[in-house]
């Protein structure tokens, strides 16, 4: 469950990429190269946030959870203002008019602002998609949060415990091999 909603909350945030960079500049190839290392940027943030709660206390998965939860909100709110523009951009053209094909972003949000205190079903629209967004944005650190352990983490557990176990297994051998040893074996 927990890959199903890491990869379709890279997907939005890949999509809402390239709805920005569609709108800030005609989509070519350099475009493309940039969407793809944001969609692989964003599954592997995501990837890691599901891979560093592994802690076993409590207070130390909230620990870590919370500035996972922090960055995830910050990019569900760079993610959702692409999208609103895009979804709203039928109305944004019209209350450009002609301006609307050489319209940069600051005008079209300027112009989605004047939509808003035109009409107040709009606020609410963007708002409900905009947290719609961030939601989806901070869900897989929500369900690795509240979900416990998940047989990815659970691996991940094990390999830390098995890298922390291996000094302590070669200090172990070093000291009984010393204590084995006699005084008068010529060994100093």
């Not at 960079?21 to 475009?31: I, K, R």
């Not at 890691?48 to 998965?61: E, F, P």
């Not at 050489?102 to 004047?114: I, K, M």
């Not at 890298?163 to 091999?177: D, F, G, K, Y």
């Amino acid at each position: 469950m927990i890959s199903t909603v890491l990869i379709g909350s890279t997907l939005v945030s890949t999509f809402s990429v390239a709805v920005a960079v569609d709108m800030v500049l005609a989509f070519s190839w350099l475009a493309g190269v940039f969407v793809a290392v944001w969609g692989v940027f964003t599954l592997y943030v995501d990837r890691w946030m599901l891979a560093t709660l592994v802690s076993a206390g409590a207070w130390a998965r909230l620990r870590i959870f919370l500035p996972r939860l922090l960055m995830a909100t910050v990019f569900g709110v760079v993610i959702a203002e692409p999208l609103v523009l895009g979804v709203f951009r039928s109305a944004i053209d019209v209350q450009l008019g002609a301006a609307a094909q050489t319209a940069d972003l600051l005008t079209r949000l300027r112009a989605f602002e004047q939509i808003q205190q035109a009409d107040p079903s709009v606020v609410t629209a963007a708002w409900s998609l905009r947290l719609f967004l961030i939601v989806v944005s901070t869900l897989p650190a929500l369900l690795a949060m509240l979900g416990g352990r998940n047989p990815y983490q659970a691996a991940v557990a094990a390999v830390h415990r098995e890298r922390t176990m291996i000094p302590t297994r070669s200090n172990a051998l070093v000291t009984e091999r010393v204590a084995t040893l006699a005084p008068g074996d010529g060994h100093r």
